[in-house]
């Protein structure tokens, strides 16, 4: 496909991306791999004039991965972004995907505050939302994993959710921007590869439908149920004021959970963390200990959470 002139390729999208992107001012870092979501997003922010630095994570865990740094910063010359290359050192062994996703959004915040940036912007698409969704099903996840990622959280901006995969490969075609293909993205070892060739196919040919959109939209009516049952949460009980064991143990079990999860903040607690707490807040226990190293203790009838480090 020959390049168009860069208005009519990105016209229809100015609506859509102006409204997802409402919460951000310029400057803005924008989280740039080099994919065809990540290139399109860098088009449409430089496109809006939020002034953005495409910033490049090399997390080093594959062979050459140094040089999609210099496609990411030709692109970004290109389109007349900054341009920002980090690297990340990530050891072997478990949890790989987690532990590199947690250093590349560390990278892109550090990034943030170097350049001054309001916000940080991420390419996820309505895509990767449903695999996030089909992932954390797998998890066992409640229904705030159910609910999938959230549009914007502090400085972090997806303002792609609403935007197909395929409508991000488009516009990179119209414009003839170069894009990179991570062949990680093809190994399915990693659990959302696996989901994305393997387990949505599936399910779409037993509904016999495209259950993207299906899974997108059930995960955005579970965050507004979910962000309403916070709020009610949180306003039963009002931990910063008394985190009074007495008072939690007698909330309804769906609004316990949800104020002990609300309470201990990041990491999450897991389903077994939060069901020991209740046990603590009860009586049944005085104490436990949570993953993530922090323990739970009932004191003069207040819940006190402490860090074992």
């Known amino acids: 496909m020959s390049a168009i002139e860069p208005a009519e390729a990105l016209g229809p999208f100015r609506t859509r991306f102006a409204a997802a992107s409402a919460g951000a001012m310029a400057p803005v870092v924008v989280g740039c791999s080099g994919g065809a979501d990540s290139v399109a997003l860098l088009a449409l922010t ?36 900054r341009f920002d290359g980090r690297v990340v050192d990530i050891a072997p062994g478990s949890n790989l995907e987690e532990r590199a996703r947690e250093a590349r959004y560390s ?24 695999e996030t969704v089909l992932l954390n099903v797998l998890r066992g996840a409640a229904s705030t994993g159910l609910a999938g990622m959230r549009a914007q959280r502090g400085h972090l ?53 495209d259950l993207v959109p299906v899974l997108a939209r059930q995960a ?64 049944d226990h005085r104490s436990t200990q949570l993953s993530g190293g922090r323990t739970v203790r009932r004191v003069a009838g207040r819940l006190c959470v402490e860090s074992d480090g």
Request: aromatic share 2%.
């Open 46 to 81: 430089v496109d809006a004039g939020l002034q953005p630095i495409a910033v490049h994570v090399d997390h080093g865990l594959r062979p050459g991965s140094a040089r999609d740094r210099d496609v990411v910063a030709q692109v970004a010359a290109r389109l007349g972004a």
């Open 157 to 209: 901006i997806r303002p792609l959710l609403g935007f197909r995969r395929a409508e991000t490969a488009a516009l990179c075609a119209a414009m003839d921007l170069p894009v990179l293909r991570d062949p990680m993205n093809d190994d399915e070892t990693f659990r959302r590869v696996a989901v994305r060739r393997r387990v949505l196919p599936v399910l779409e040919g037993v509904a016999g439908r």
């Open 220 to 283: 955005e009516l579970l965050r507004e149920e979910s962000n309403y049952l916070d709020e009610l949460a949180g306003a039963a009980w009002p931990h910063h004021d008394d985190a009074s064991a007495r008072s939690l143990a007698a909330l309804p079990p769906v609004l316990a959970r949800r104020a002990v999860r609300l309470w201990l903040g990041s990491p999450p607690p897991s389903q077994a963390d939060v069901t020991r707490v209740l046990a603590v807040a009860t009586g």
């Open 107 to 130: 990278a892109l915040e550090s990034a943030r505050a170097h350049h001054a940036g309001t916000a940080v912007l991420v390419a996820h698409t309505t895509d990767d939302q449903a």
